[in-house]
């Protein structure tokens, strides 16, 4: 009991979030519930992001109705690969991702040969809702498939890494890369089994990693040191996260972003209730941020000013960012 | 956001204080018992009047009964009588009973029946009675004893109370000449109560004799005397023994006057008799019946007021808040997973039809069953609807072999499983194995042990039948619960497990 109420205080100290103050002074307060549609579908997500010109990744079509799933041949002719997504999905559940075709039939990421009907199969469970929030009907999203750019390929088994900052009213707080591992089957999800990499939002370097509640250094299933590497084109996911704030509305959300090889950076998906691993992963507790944020929009406010998603970023990466190498 | 925290903390402040202020006044002012175990005593009063009727005459006879108008309250009462007659009047704050035959002969016996109890009276009424009196006549020798006796009385004194228990004292004085004298040699209380009455009115200071009876179980008694006069505010009860003043709390004033309990006509040898005895009752039912004889319906709009049926269904349902209470405490404090927010209160009920020993069992065993089938059913690529179909079908196969086997085997509790609990049983698989599906059988196992362990939990608490007595009866307590669940709607806190989840930040 007693070293429980140590745990709490020195967890307090250095302003670790737990989920009950993430809801109720974050979610609750800069979340508007009309505005979660906007996030919890990604279909709308991405038509929103398409109108405001931020990068996505191109959407081949959707399947709305049980009839709709005869598209699917036309929809996905011209691809040899592909990612089928349920609109409202949530923990990236019900996605399927093709890579290849074999002799007519698909080859999914992991090496799995299907058929043509099992991704039928799997759209009509997307429809009836077997993957959305809540259980109601849903769509289906067939959309282009990431390439990750080969950085990564050192400090990632399968899937596509993602890199994941969390926005609170437009000012990027902490971001963090996620790294599919061989337990999170090519997710990048941490509950999952994914690595979470703390990234400085001032130079892109990425610092020490979480992987299931635990800091570690390393990659289990390569081994390379996840840390001290230097992410391409950061100040780009930067803004990119920051002028998501205008794109949905939402104060407090998580920007979910990958690195194609081609196309550089491109929004995934915004998420409105972001997780607390995160604060694991670069070993800094998100209260004290979120805090600081805060008091310079109040101070903004007072003054009438509203910044731009640049200068919202140059904040940012000045206040909270070179963090200390580990020794 | 700061005038949204004034806004609650003044909403809770509001029910919590209503909360406490309902059942405080349900349990103080109304005297509602706060357990069902709590019993009252239950007085049954027997007066068996004897009498040696005269032949080829109308009998007539007048007995006084309790007034009705004191602490006490009276639950039945029955007058038992062959072939007589029965009327009851009230005159001067007594009630009396006549009973009346045209022909009688030999010996009669009537009863009459009380049975009362000391809760749950109604408003007192105001007590009224005369301050003053004219002297009785009296002369020669008394009178001069009687102003003898006086002078002291009235040195020794301040007032009417102390006036009255003085008088009393000096007239129990058999050694004083002048008490000698007016008593002339009887000592009976009768008498001495005669002698006070003289010397209080010859002092203007009204008073008025008062028969009660002892409520002392199996003891033979004849009715008390006592004496007593009103101060313009309140009725003053002495004891013409001793002086003592104030009336036990186990006296029941059976009536007032200088007139015999009994009067008679057309017999001889009038005979009563007490008989008492207690007995004991749960203190709500006793409110119930009381309920219906006095003019305290306080019941009447609380859930006692329902029919009976209606009554045991709200016994559950009352509970429901508690066992939402114990999810809410469990997963916002502790961090506990569960299967959605509520299914864990559902199960509860569940465990209510089938207990929780065999419900745990059955809900493990039929959700192990449920989830293997269904996993079989992923791989024939069903849709949710048709799929979901099966799965119900096969938990009522299931769930049917189950009773029939246990039938068999002389388990009755395999036949408890009934609509409810099995619609929740499917519900349960299914949500289960998409949480399966979604997050892997690892987190599915955790959520179900979660749900289990909240299920039982709660179901624990909604059984403790204290605390259902206690919320039915005092429904206002969950107004008070309301009051904590708007509070912790804004706890920010960590929650027991994140204290776990977050170890890695202190290993430095």
Not at chain 1, 244 to 268: H, R, T
């Given at each position: 009991m007693?070293?429980?109420i140590?745990?709490?205080k020195?967890l307090?100290?250095?302003?670790?979030?737990?989920?009950n103050?993430?809801?109720?002074?974050?979610?609750?307060?800069?979340?508007?519930?009309?505005?979660?549609?906007?996030?919890?579908?990604?279909?709308?997500?991405?038509e929103?992001?398409?109108?405001?010109?931020?990068?996505?990744p191109?959407?081949?079509?959707?399947?709305?109705?049980e009839?709709d799933?005869?598209k699917l041949?036309?929809?996905?002719k011209?691809?040899?690969?592909?990612?089928?997504k349920?609109?409202q999905?949530?923990?990236?559940?019900g996605?399927?991702?093709i890579?290849d075709?074999?002799?007519?039939?698909?080859?999914?990421?992991?090496?799995?040969?299907?058929?043509?009907d099992?991704?039928e199969?799997?759209?009509?469970?997307?429809?009836?809702?077997?993957?959305?929030?809540?259980?109601?009907?849903d769509?289906?999203?067939?959309?282009?498939?990431?390439?990750?750019?080969?950085?990564f390929?050192?400090?990632?088994?399968?899937?596509?890494p993602?890199?994941r900052?969390?926005?609170?009213?437009?000012?990027p707080?902490?971001?963090?890369?996620?790294?599919p591992?061989?337990q999170?089957?090519?997710?990048?999800?941490?509950?999952?089994?994914?690595?979470?990499?703390?990234?400085d939002?001032?130079?892109?370097?990425?610092l020490?990693?979480?992987w299931l509640?635990?800091k570690i250094t390393?990659?289990?299933d390569?081994?390379?040191?996840?840390?001290?590497?230097?992410?391409?084109?950061?100040?780009?996911?930067m803004t990119l996260?920051?002028?998501?704030?205008?794109l949905?509305?939402?104060?407090?959300?998580g920007?979910?972003?990958?690195?194609?090889?081609?196309?550089g950076p491109?929004?995934?998906?915004?998420?409105?209730?972001p997780?607390?691993n995160i604060?694991?992963?670069?070993?800094?507790?998100?209260t004290?941020?979120?805090?600081?944020?805060?008091?310079?929009l109040?101070?903004?406010?007072?003054?009438?000013?509203?910044e731009?998603?640049?200068?919202?970023?140059?904040?940012?990466?000045?206040?909270?960012g070179?963090?200390?190498?580990h020794? | 956001?700061?005038a949204?925290?004034l806004?609650?903390?003044?909403l809770?402040?509001?029910?919590?204080?209503?909360?406490?202020?309902?059942?405080?006044?349900?349990?103080?002012?109304?005297?509602?018992?706060?357990?069902?175990?709590?019993t009252?005593?239950?007085?049954?009063i027997?007066?068996?009047?004897?009498?040696q009727?005269?032949?080829?005459e109308?009998?007539?006879?007048?007995m006084?009964?309790p007034?009705?108008?004191?602490e006490?309250?009276?639950?039945n009462?029955?007058?038992?009588?062959?072939?007589?007659?029965?009327?009851?009047?009230r005159?001067?704050?007594?009630?009396?009973v006549t009973?009346?035959?045209?022909?009688?002969?030999?010996?009669?016996?009537?009863?009459?029946?009380?049975v009362?109890?000391?809760?749950y009276?109604?408003?007192?009424?105001?007590?009224?009675?005369?301050?003053?009196?004219?002297?009785?006549?009296?002369?020669?020798?008394e009178k001069?004893a009687a102003?003898?006796?006086?002078?002291?009385?009235?040195?020794?004194?301040?007032?009417?109370?102390?006036?009255?228990?003085?008088?009393?004292k000096?007239?129990?004085?058999?050694n004083d000449?002048?008490?000698?004298?007016?008593?002339?040699?009887?000592s009976?209380?009768a008498?001495?109560a005669?002698v006070?009455?003289?010397l209080?009115?010859?002092?203007?200071v009204?008073?008025?004799?008062?028969?009660?009876?002892?409520?002392?179980?199996?003891?033979a008694?004849?009715?008390?005397?006592?004496?007593?006069s009103?101060?313009?505010?309140?009725?003053?009860?002495?004891?013409?023994?001793?002086?003592?003043?104030?009336l036990?709390?186990?006296r029941?004033?059976?009536?007032?006057?200088?007139?015999?309990?009994?009067s008679?006509?057309g017999?001889?040898?009038?005979?009563?008799?007490?008989?008492?005895?207690?007995?004991?009752?749960?203190?709500?039912?006793?409110?119930?019946?009381?309920?219906?004889n006095?003019?305290?319906d306080?019941?009447e709009?609380?859930?006692y007021?329902?029919?009976?049926?209606?009554?045991?269904?709200y016994?559950?349902?009352?509970?429901?808040?508690?066992?939402?209470l114990?999810?809410l405490?469990?997963?916002?404090?502790?961090?506990?997973q569960?299967?959605?927010?509520?299914?864990?209160?559902?199960?509860?009920?569940?465990?209510?039809?089938t207990?929780i020993?065999?419900?745990?069992?059955?809900?493990?065993?039929?959700t192990?069953?449920?989830?293997?089938l269904?996993?079989y059913?992923?791989?024939l690529?069903?849709?949710?609807l048709?799929?979901?179909?099966?799965?119900?079908?096969f938990?009522?196969v299931?769930i049917?072999?189950?009773?029939?086997f246990?039938?068999?085997?002389?388990?009755?509790?395999?036949?408890s499983?009934?609509?409810?609990p099995?619609?929740?049983?499917t519900?349960?698989?299914?949500?289960l194995?998409i949480?399966?599906e979604?997050r892997g059988?690892?987190?599915a196992?955790?959520?179900?042990?979660?749900?289990?362990?909240?299920?039982s939990?709660s179901?624990?608490?909604m059984?403790?039948?204290?605390?259902?007595y206690f919320?039915?009866?005092?429904?206002?307590?969950?107004?008070?619960?309301?009051?904590?669940?708007?509070?912790?709607?804004?706890y920010?806190?960590?929650?027991?497990?994140?204290?776990?989840?977050?170890?890695?930040?202190?290993?430095?």
């Amino acid at each position: 009991m007693f070293g429980l109420i140590k745990t709490w205080k020195a967890l307090e100290a250095k302003g670790i979030m737990g989920i009950n103050r993430r809801n109720a002074d974050y979610v609750l307060k800069y979340n508007k519930r009309n505005l979660y549609p906007i996030v919890d579908d990604k279909i709308i997500t991405k038509e929103r992001a398409i109108a405001a010109g931020i990068d996505v990744p191109e959407m081949y079509g959707v399947i709305e109705t049980e009839k709709d799933i005869e598209k699917l041949k036309d929809i996905v002719k011209d691809h040899a690969d592909f990612v089928v997504k349920p609109a409202q999905g949530a923990g990236g559940d019900g996605i399927l991702v093709i890579a290849d075709r074999f002799e007519g039939r698909y080859r999914t990421v992991s090496g799995k040969i299907i058929t043509h009907d099992e991704i039928e199969h799997q759209i009509s469970n997307i429809l009836t809702g077997l993957y959305s929030l809540g259980g109601h009907r849903d769509r289906a999203l067939i959309e282009y498939r990431v390439t990750p750019d080969p950085i990564f390929k050192s400090i990632s088994y399968e899937g596509v890494p993602d890199i994941r900052i969390i926005v609170l009213m437009g000012y990027p707080v902490m971001a963090m890369l996620r790294l599919p591992t061989r337990q999170s089957g090519g997710k990048a999800n941490l509950h999952q089994g994914a690595i979470g990499v703390g990234v400085d939002l001032a130079t892109g370097i990425t610092l020490r990693g979480t992987w299931l509640n635990n800091k570690i250094t390393k990659h289990p299933d390569t081994t390379n040191a996840v840390d001290g590497v230097q992410l391409p084109n950061w100040d780009g996911f930067m803004t990119l996260a920051a002028g998501c704030y205008e794109l949905c509305g939402l104060g407090y959300i998580g920007v979910d972003m990958v690195l194609d090889e081609e196309k550089g950076p491109l929004i995934l998906e915004l998420n409105a209730r972001p997780g607390l691993n995160i604060q694991i992963a670069n070993d800094c507790g998100l209260t004290h941020r979120a805090h600081a944020v805060e008091t310079r929009l109040e101070e903004l406010k007072a003054k009438g000013i509203k910044e731009t998603p640049e200068e919202r970023v140059k904040f940012a990466q000045e206040l909270f960012g070179h963090v200390p190498p580990h020794a | 956001m700061r005038a949204l925290t004034l806004h609650l903390k003044v909403l809770i402040f509001l029910l919590v204080t209503l909360g406490i202020a309902i059942t405080a006044y349900q349990i103080f002012i109304l005297g509602i018992p706060v357990t069902e175990d709590e019993t009252d005593d239950l007085w049954n009063i027997d007066a068996k009047v004897e009498f040696q009727a005269n032949p080829r005459e109308p009998v007539k006879l007048q007995m006084y009964v309790p007034p009705l108008n004191q602490e006490f309250v009276s639950l039945n009462e029955s007058f038992i009588s062959n072939n007589y007659g029965v009327s009851i009047n009230r005159a001067d704050g007594n009630r009396r009973v006549t009973w009346s035959a045209r022909r009688a002969s030999g010996n009669q016996t009537l009863y009459y029946r009380l049975v009362l109890t000391k809760r749950y009276s109604g408003e007192q009424t105001k007590a009224t009675g005369p301050i003053f009196r004219d002297s009785l006549p009296v002369e020669g020798a008394e009178k001069i004893a009687a102003e003898a006796l006086l002078s002291p009385i009235r040195q020794h004194s301040a007032d009417v109370e102390t006036f009255i228990s003085e008088a009393i004292k000096r007239v129990n004085n058999v050694n004083d000449d002048n008490v000698r004298l007016l008593l002339g040699g009887d000592s009976a209380t009768a008498n001495k109560a005669r002698v006070i009455d003289l010397l209080l009115s010859i002092a203007h200071v009204p008073m008025e004799r008062v028969h009660t009876v002892r409520l002392l179980s199996d003891v033979a008694q004849t009715p008390e005397l006592w004496l007593r006069s009103f101060n313009g505010d309140k009725w003053l009860y002495f004891n013409p023994e001793t002086g003592e003043q104030g009336l036990p709390q186990d006296r029941l004033v059976w009536w007032t006057g200088d007139e015999p309990l009994v009067s008679l006509e057309g017999g001889r040898n009038p005979q009563v008799t007490f008989t008492l005895n207690s007995s004991e009752m749960n203190a709500i039912r006793l409110a119930k019946l009381t309920d219906a004889n006095t003019d305290a319906d306080f019941l009447e709009y609380s859930l006692y007021g329902l029919p009976l049926q209606t009554q045991q269904t709200y016994q559950i349902m009352i509970m429901i808040p508690i066992g939402v209470l114990v999810i809410l405490i469990l997963r916002n404090l502790g961090g506990l997973q569960t299967l959605g927010t509520f299914t864990p209160v559902l199960i509860a009920l569940a465990f209510r039809e089938t207990q929780i020993g065999f419900g745990i069992i059955l809900f493990t065993v039929i959700t192990a069953l449920g989830l293997s089938l269904r996993s079989y059913l992923e791989h024939l690529k069903l849709q949710m609807l048709p799929r979901l179909s099966v799965v119900l079908t096969f938990v009522v196969v299931l769930i049917a072999i189950i009773s029939l086997f246990s039938h068999k085997l002389g388990l009755e509790r395999g036949l408890s499983v009934s609509l409810f609990p099995m619609v929740i049983l499917t519900m349960t698989i299914e949500r289960l194995s998409i949480t399966w599906e979604e997050r892997g059988g690892g987190h599915a196992f955790k959520v179900a042990v979660g749900t289990l362990i909240a299920a039982s939990l709660s179901f624990m608490l909604m059984n403790i039948p204290e605390l259902t007595y206690f919320i039915f009866t005092f429904p206002a307590v969950l107004l008070i619960m309301v009051g904590f669940m708007l509070a912790m709607g804004r706890y920010r806190g960590y929650r027991l497990t994140e204290l776990f989840r977050f170890k890695a930040f202190l290993k430095d």
